[in-house]
């Protein structure tokens, strides 16, 4: 039972915030938390601001500062917000944690906008979390996908399985 929900954001579309006057997205704040508080969940979470990266600049040294941010949790369960483009390559660097049940999850629209896909990745993020065993997992478009069998599909902007 998911007593304690770490949460660790790095970015990624799901924290984009429209700047009009300068017509461009920036990563705002994490929304994750607001999104769980106004959700009223029935567990204790707390949200670690690790990244405010869009996907497509992490870095293999911002990789492994999540790897090892991750592993120094005292709780198993560990919600990773990502942005979708780089997503995989993370979820695999994270496959080396042991004793953790690590989903990421993202969204395709800013998580501020009418319509987004946030709060239904974030729900069946923890959702998953609450019944998978440990290991690393993606919870995007409704499913939960193995880090080594799927892939984005950024002409469809959804994710499926990799060939």
Known sequence: MLQHLTIVTTGGTIDK???DDK???QIGAPAIGEILKQLGVAFEFEV???LRKDSLHV???DREL????????PHRHI???HGTDTMV???RVLQSVPGKVIVLTGALNPARFQGSD??????????ALQTLSDGVYIAMNGRIWDPLRVRKNRDANRFEAAE
């Open 17 to 19: 915030v429209y700047f």
């Open 23 to 25: 017509s461009t997205f």
């Open 48 to 50: 670690i601001a690790l």
């Open 59 to 61: 870095t293999g040294e």
């Open 66 to 73: 999540v790897r090892r941010t991750i592993e120094a949790q």
């Open 79 to 81: 919600l990773v917000t």
């Open 89 to 91: 390559e993370t979820a």
């Open 118 to 127: 946030a709060v239904f990745n974030i729900g069946c993020a923890v959702g």
